[in-house]
């Protein structure tokens, strides 16, 4: 129980692997940003950091944090796509591979292992239209 607690305007919150962090994009700027995650109290007094630079606003679903690091899509001016890892302890972003030049994810999410890493791409949109035909709560039918 208890008051919610606002820790900061944000997306997608998640915790990294080992708990040290709060990770969230924001709707309003790019980026993967941090702030240290203690208790929640504590939180909200933290500083924010921004992580990952390279984060586009139609990104803010396509990260996901590994225990050594963040996988994330980085957009480069002159290319497509690219699936990028930012190493914790080395500060540097490697390319894993590079994605369709009209990707669309819609999220991506890490097995426990980290052996794996599952990317959600829309493909084609589409959408199945569907007739309902509400029934009467005043007069129920009788079988």
Known sequence: GGEPIEIAPGLRPRESVDGAWLLYAKADADGL????RRAWQETVAGAEELLVEHLA??????WAPG??????????ADGP????????????TTDVFT????????GLDL???EK????AELLMQESDLRVAVPRSTASPQAD
Do not use: C, K
């Open 33 to 36: 940003w941090r702030r240290p």
């Open 57 to 62: 606003p139609q990104d803010v679903m396509n």
């Open 67 to 76: 225990r050594h690091g963040v996988y994330f899509i980085r957009r480069p």
């Open 81 to 92: 796509p690219v699936l990028s890892f930012l190493d914790d302890a080395r500060g540097a």
């Open 99 to 106: 994605l369709t030049p009209a990707f669309e994810g819609w």
């Open 111 to 113: 097995s426990p292992d």
């Open 116 to 119: 794996e890493l599952v990317i």
